[in-house]
């Protein structure tokens, strides 16, 4: 059975950092694509960054040089490290494991940036 448990968000003030972490468990880690994305009210959810199986990353245009993704296989767990945060990534952050047209999925964590 896939998990996947993030955790680390909550509530920070603008240009603050928060990292995000999300541990799987019940895949073989190393070969699944694994990527961030993040839904804010009313909008549909959409991808910040992921991280490939062969260690090449990718990034929304919006948190280019801010944000970065990171994968740890010995501990299964992927890492997003979020600097300089905006109003504008208050959103409800989904982990997400993809392979073979197979998506697994977090419960979310809340982050809120107050300006």
């Known amino acids: 059975q896939v998990q996947l448990v993030e955790s680390g968000g909550g509530l920070v003030q603008a240009g603050g950092s928060l990292r995000l972490s999300c541990a799987a468990s019940g895949i073989t880690f190393n070969t699944y694509l694994m990527g961030w994305y993040r839904q804010a009210p009313g909008k549909q959810r959409e991808l910040v960054a992921s991280?490939?199986?062969?260690?090449?990353?990718d990034y929304a245009d919006s948190v280019k040089g801010r944000f970065t993704i990171t994968r740890d296989s010995a501990k299964n767990t992927v890492y997003l490290q979020m600097n300089r945060l905006k109003p504008d990534d208050t959103a409800v952050y989904y982990c997400?494991?993809?392979?073979?047209?197979?998506?697994?999925w977090g419960q979310g964590t809340q982050v809120t940036v107050s300006s």
């Open positions: 997400g494991a993809f392979k073979a047209g197979r998506e697994n």
């Open positions: 991280s490939s199986s062969g260690g090449i990353t």
